[in-house]
């Protein structure tokens, strides 16, 4: 599978990859800013376009709070995160362009480590699971 890579650039703390619709989005946090966003310039020929690509909001930790996609210049899917005490991610709610909810999936953590993602449709009844072991 062939991937296209695009680097963003913010005054970053940490860096973080998103893989969505076969687009890697090497996208930088930064808990300087309040919200960022992504342009998309085509070019053929003679005509340029721009479009608005990915909209990303942050909260005062910097963490992605709300992601809008776009396709075309039109919302497609939008994310909500929400994190505990400790700023890890433990909601993650996804809706598509009209703001029906698609997904929910939570996390949940031993030791600061994420253990497990159950991810559920939009009446609630679970989807999938997965869980993540760790070798020291």
Excluded: W
């Amino acid at each position: 599978m062939h991937f296209k890579h695009k680097i963003y650039k913010f005054t970053a703390i940490v860096a973080f990859m998103c893989l969505y619709a076969g687009v890697t989005l090497v996208i930088a946090q930064n808990t300087q800013a309040k919200s960022a966003t992504v342009y998309e310039e085509k070019y053929d020929g003679e005509i340029t376009t721009k479009q608005i690509e990915t909209e990303i909001v942050f909260d005062q930790n910097g963490n992605i709070i709300e992601e809008k996609e776009y396709k075309k210049g039109k919302l497609d899917r939008k994310l909500v995160n929400e994190y505990n005490a400790d700023k890890l991610k433990i909601r993650e709610t996804e809706y598509d362009a009209k703001g029906n909810m698609v997904r929910m999936s939570e996390f949940k953590y031993t030791n600061k480590q994420k253990t497990e993602k159950l991810t559920y449709n939009p009446s609630g009844k679970l989807k999938s699971k997965k869980t993540y072991v760790y070798k020291y």
